[in-house]
DNA sequence: GTCTATAGCATGATAGAC
DNA sequence: GTCTATCATGCTATAGAC
């Protein structure tokens, strides 16, 4: 394998385990094998590394979720797309390719869960700015599917999704449970993302149920000052 | 205000938008108008710093947590809580503090939020192990309301709820409809979260509904391939 | 393309005067 | 408790031989 593999591929798993910050380009290129240097002759710079890391693997993964998004509109023609396929374009891609991508796409996936909490500045906005415009594509099909409710409202729910899918990526390999290694169980995980997020994005909106209203409510809220 | 308390909101506001390893002592003591010995004289270390930073806010937090699911427990008897007051224990205390912390608080809500996507190595893992005390208390008392779930299933979810409070948490500033900055608004990003979360909890396990059964997912899929 | 050597700088921590 | 000065180390980036 190429160095400039074996440096994405270092760069990937330490960033993802460790933050970018936190990783030195020693670290980097010890792990690679590489020279010191070698990071600068390939990439120019740290951040631009991590730049490279991200396009690798995110222009695929994006691409998808729009041609399935965009696959199912025509299909449906003048009616909106089913609740049930929109979530399906979009969480099915990144879970089913990480998995196709093997070790580094588990490294991968840990590193953009991380970063959807904790932008890396200012190279891993680009990230960001890049995905929102995915974001915006598929609230409108949201839109057209869940017309009752307000786009603040639908906005958050979105949100609520991603937040899933991001927290999934992030922790996956910590919790069994999360994300099991083999390939058939990784759909566990996918479906039971997709179940939760069809649900919640089903609810009524705002229903005035809360708080309970109970007794243990306000015995519980004042007793509960700082020490 | 003591040098003490100006270094440890400096620090959590600093921590907060850049993350730890991109904060330099130099960073907090100029925000904090102090002088750069005065953080290893007051805390010792810079990690030590950080927990100091997590044990203010935290502990009164998870106590008040556990003591509303406490008062809902006994309130029960023998009966299972409902579901939506587990929700309210659960997700209620972070949102409520945080408004009642004012500028701190909204600081402190976006450096939990990271943390739970990208866990600070060695310093910030402590809070981590604290709050999974609270999920596992929290989840016995999921696991008596919605007995139907497996354990599996029921960790999946309980981490998709977790999901959705902290991505709002480390987002909730950036944008507007996730948390809107006026105290009665602040309700509307709560129930949010709880309306889709107490959905999410109660859909049927695992509908085979997914993948869709149409031909665009293996037209899109086969097409979708790298450059 | 790969390597050594190093420039130039920022960092966390500490010693010691006041 | 607060300050200045500084140590020792680690960092990114680069120059230049091979």
Known sequence: MSTKQRL????????????????????????A??????????FGSKEALLEAVFDRRLRP???????MLDAFESEAGDNPVELSKILWAFLAPPFRRMY???????????LVGR???????????TFIKQFELVRIRFQSAFHQALPHLSTDELTRRMHHVIAA???????GRAFCCLQ???????????????????????????????????????????SGTDR
């Open 61 to 67: 993964l994006n691409r998808e979720r729009l041609e």
């Open 115 to 125: 970063i959807y909490a904790a932008p890396i500045r200012p190279a891993g906005e």
């Open 8 to 31: 994405l591929d270092a760069a990937e798993q330490l960033f993802a385990e460790n933050g970018f910050a936190a990783t030195s380009l020693r670290d980097i290129t010890a792990l």
């Open 180 to 222: 099991p290694t083999g390939r058939p169980e990784s759909d566990v995980v996918l479906q039971s993302i997709l179940s939760f997020a069809m649900a919640g994005m089903r609810a009524p909106e705002c229903q005035p149920i809360f708080p309970p209203s109970s007794p243990a409510v306000a015995a519980a809220t004042s």
């Open 100 to 110: 196709e991508w093997g070790e580094g796409g588990r490294h991968f996936q840990q």
């Open 33 to 42: 094998e590489a020279n010191l240097a070698s990071v600068n002759y390939h």
């Open 165 to 171: 899918m991001a927290h999934t990526m992030a922790w």
